[in-house]
């Protein structure tokens, strides 16, 4: 009679393989340590209980193993993996068998030993969905398939082939599953439940843009200061984290945001009040979001329709001793905030500041003129060089009233 575990459930090994690798039996850990003695036997079972169906080649299975290292016998260096393997499974506590069995010149995992795997359950739950005729039942599917995915299939193996081969399709599988499912939110009115899935997306496959999900839910339900700031939040983390600016996605819903904000009924006095900036942010330059910036650019082109301003668009970026754009690193982040600084505290109140990308803010220069432009780079290089410093900032310029002039730029890299 087969022994079963507690609860009365048939023991089986259960598999993480999203978000990292696990094995355990009978709730103990087999493997799931980070440590480098551990490897081999890691990846032997990633490919085996990964591919058990099928099976694996000898070929494939050593070049896993070994990649390009240089092995007097390759063939005998599997086999003693392979042994090894089997004493640590047996050591574990599962069944004495043959754990991995040779079929027609594959290796395959035994079917003695049932696999609980998590990736394998996530493709089931994806077909069932699909293949479901109900829209509830296929809600239901879709949403237990979206959390079955905990994360990057095996994230520490990204460098390997068919590792990162699997890894972009369960990705896909996801988008295709959160998109499904969020579409039957949003026919069946369903925006709480809409929110929770957005934001348990956007936890564990952070920088995808899931963060539409949550602001169109919020939007939706009315919670309209709530998606502003998640607005901020999340504009903040991509610049901060990729450099990257809102998504056209993220700024239709911002757009949308603004034409459906009611409040309720207030004298003129107060909304001025509410309007206001306040005294706390009232010095330097008007540092905004890059979609209010947009907008502010916009209204000025209107407004110089009517001419008597002169108005400037500056763009800031940060460079390094060679005057090359720096890309990435934790210097870059040290710079790009002491640049925000030097930029605030060098041009005037009525000037807007926007973050536009990684060591990159636009500036938008009200009623100066061309020489202006340069006093104002000057005194941003002053502030922001400090010592012997060899990085410094490149400038490019260009008129709002006129064509952009693609070849006009101007560089102060202020070496110490």
Known sequence: MEKREEGGEVPCLRVQMFGGFSLSWGGRLVAGSRKTSESQFNYLMQLLLHHRQEGVSRDMLERVLFEDRDILDVHHAARSVIYNAKR?????????????EQRK???????QVPVEEDAARFDRLCRAAEEAGDPREQLGL????????TGEFLPQQAAVFWVAQEARRYRGLFCRCMERAVGLLRASQDFPQMEELGRYAAAISPLSDWETVIMEALVAMGRYEEARRLYNDTVDFY??????RPSRRMMELFNR?????????????????????GQENGTGGYLCAYPVFQGIYRMVERMMERGGQSVYLMLCMVVDSKGNPMRDGQMLEELTGRLEEALRSSVRHSDAISRYGKGQYLVLLMNTTRENCDVIQKRISCRFLIGRQRTGIQYYVNSVICPPDKGRALMDKGRG
């Open 239 to 244: 610049f901060q984290e990729q450099g990257l």
């Open 88 to 100: 640590r499974l047996r050591a574990a506590g599962l069944p004495d068998v043959n754990y991995i």
């Open 142 to 149: 879709y949403l237990e398939a979206c959390r079955a995915y």
């Open 257 to 277: 945001l603004g034409t459906q904000m009611e409040h309720r009924q207030d004298a003129l006095d107060d909304i001025q009040q509410k309007l206001s900036e």
């Open 105 to 111: 010149g594959m290796c395959c995992w035994t079917a």
